[in-house]
């Protein structure tokens, strides 16, 4: 790919990023800042919340179409059909570069005076554009945990923390090189994750964290 073209994918992917859903929704159509609510932060969960469930879900929705969306910015190139045949595995790193921006500016928007989200619904949204097998494993791994914990926190960091994991035991008997890069973007992402998450850490550990009852499994 062209150096310019590249370079404004991650600009576009940046900026796609950085709509604020929640922000904006909460004060079009709420009057509130969801910055000011609850964890203060600008996200599916904290829409949840503060919002409502049908807000909550809009939210989910568009963030994660956001790093969907960047991830497959390739596709507005006329020569998408070499990229996907005989270079398949250049398009899947520039899926990884665009889907990063994507995250970063989910989490730091630019339209939001870089106070965003904490980035798993577009994180999530990037992994399933480059693997679907990947984003099942992550999803059931977060739909577990919370489903047993109740908690949306824990659920976002256990998935972040094992996904570099989940493609070693994938791709490690296959002949899927770009496999290293792919295990570096979970990596960074999942030291991210733990950052951003790091008071709801404090909070898991003292038993104070929040429960978000989406769904429940009963313990036998």
Known sequence: MDLNVALLFCLLSYLLGSIPTSVWL???????????QGSGNAGATNTLRTLGKKAGLFVLIVDFMKGFSAANLM????????????QR???????????SFAVLGHIFPLFAKFKGGKGI???VGVVLAVDYQMALL??????T?????????????????????YV?????ESKFTQQPNFILFCTVFAALII??????IVRLVKGKENKTRLFKFKRR
Do not use: C, W
């Open 75 to 86: 596709m507005l190139q006329a020569t998408v059909t070499k990229a996907l045949g005989e």
């Open 121 to 123: 619904a577009t994180l």
């Open 195 to 200: 950052i951003t998450h790091r008071k709801n």
């Open 138 to 143: 992550l999803i059931l791994t977060f739909i």
């Open 89 to 99: 595995e250049e398009y899947l790193t520039y899926q990884l570069i665009f889907g």
């Open 26 to 36: 909460g004060k079009a159509y709420f009057g509130i800042d969801v910055r000011s």
């Open 145 to 165: 945990v919370v489903g047993f914990t109740q908690y949306v926190s824990l659920g976002s960091i256990i998935s972040g923390i094992l996904s570099p994991f």
């Open 168 to 172: 070693f035991l994938l791709y490690n």
